[in-house]
């Protein structure tokens, strides 16, 4: 686990709430914001802890004992109580030097933020969280400074990588250019034709695909991709359901990956909920699709369905070490043995999907309930709308 990682991790459930309250703005917006600082803070660490003074430096402050006292008070109450906090602030202003300022400000406009003293406190805050956090680790492992700069140094191109482009750039964090660039270009130049010749070798194979491929054929674009238009030739009144679900922001998850989902999706809802120290998966907890359509009493997914499936890929891939139940629910219409038929068609067709893209079917079970469990009045459309319905259970974290 990586040290940015290894933070989230053991950061407290309201961690981003509290921080969202400091900086008024919303708890998805704090939450951002912290992951987006959080990567820079530990890249500053790594670079600074590349020199040897520095890195004294930082090992006093982080072993500092008053940092237990920051982590068990939580977020928002150490600076009247921990004096540390003025070392913290004013170590983050020399590792960082006349960047520190840019970086904030870029912080705060990536995040839509306005510049304000609540953002100065709470910068302060955050760090001083991370670094109990840290003193955390290091006092598990019993490390002295050097495995503790070795951990992070391990770790370097992974957490250079979560930090936002713009701020990378800032931190002069990106690959230096070489001198002879140019010399593996003039190797392969005289030989152009032959990468021509590949590509249109696959096109005539993609061609020759799309003429022969069959009705059934899964559909498996890369989940990552971002479409112009994910809701295009959704008829309107499913293309209102969905886009009620709130703007769609792009959120970036652990593993440094980002995606697009909507702000009151269930995909938030279900990070929230593998992010909480408190869960308990031998509690029964269903997370209903909000973006998933079928046709008419078949397995057939419109293509549509296949930005939400995206985004529990890129979760499911972001959380190696969960395994999780797909469940498939009818109305009460038609014949109940049918209705169980289908409900099974349709949860085995997410999971199918999920393992295209690439997750390992080890971690996947599809179950189909039919009219069982109604969360709805069937007596209604509405009901009986809201029945017909794929939900997804965490059966192990």
């Known amino acids: 686990m990586n040290p940015v990682e290894y933070v989230f991790q053991n950061l407290s459930p309201d961690f981003s709430t509290r921080l969202a309250q400091n900086l008024s703005c919303e708890a998805l917006v704090g939450r951002k914001c ?10 500053g660490l790594i670079v600074a802890c590349a020199d040897r003074d520095k890195l004294n430096q930082t090992w006093d402050l982080i072993r500092n004992p008053a940092l237990l006292d920051v982590r068990l008070l939580g977020f928002g109450k150490q600076v009247d109580n921990v004096g540390v906090t003025n070392d913290i602030a004013q170590y983050c202003q020399e590792i960082f030097g006349p960047s520190w300022h840019p970086i904030q400000e870029e912080l705060l406009s990536l995040n839509g933020i306005a510049s304000n003293s609540g953002w100065q406190k709470s910068v302060t805050d955050v760090t001083s969280i991370v670094f109990s956090i ?10 002295g400074s050097d495995e503790f ?3 992070l140094a391990n770790h370097k191109a992974k957490i250079f990588s979560m930090v936002p482009p713009s701020i990378s750039e800032i931190m002069n964090l990106g690959p230096k250019a070489s001198n002879t660039s140019e010399a593996p270009q003039e190797k392969y130049k005289p030989f152009w034709w032959i990468w021509l010749i590949g590509i249109l070798a696959l096109i005539a194979s993609i061609f020759m695909g799309l003429k022969t491929c069959q009705k059934d054929v899964s559909i498996t674009p890369a989940p990552r991709v971002k479409n112009i238009d994910p809701y295009a030739g959704l008829d309107l009144v499913t293309r209102s359901k ?15 990956n980002e995606y697009e989902f909507p702000d009151r999706g269930v995909e938030l809802k279900l990070i929230t909920y593998l992010d909480d120290p408190k869960t308990n998966v031998e509690e029964v907890k269903w997370f209903d699709f909000d973006r998933i359509l079928f046709s008419t009493g078949s397995a057939e997914l419109n293509p549509a369905s296949l930005d939400q499936i995206g985004g529990i890929y890129e979760i499911l891939n972001a959380y ?4 999780v139940k797909i469940g498939g629910y009818t109305d009460n219409v038609g014949d109940p043995a049918q209705n169980l038929q289908l409900s099974q068609a349709r949860a085995e067709r997410i999971m199918k999907e999920l393992i295209t893209m690439g997750i390992s079917s080890n971690r996947l079970k599809a179950e189909g309930y039919g009219e069982q469990h109604p969360v709805s009045d069937n007596n209604t459309e509405e009901g009986r709308e809201l029945n017909r319905r794929v939900a997804l259970r965490v059966m192990k974290m």
Request: proline letters at 5%.
């Open 34 to 43: 912290m992951e987006a600082y959080i990567p820079v803070l530990v890249s």
């Open 134 to 143: 840290l003193q955390k680790k290091i006092q598990e492992n019993n490390w």
């Open 149 to 151: 700069s070795t951990w």
């Open 242 to 256: 969905w886009e009620n679900l709130g703007l769609k922001m792009n959120y970036r998850l652990l593993n440094g």
């Open 320 to 323: 190696p070490n969960i395994e």
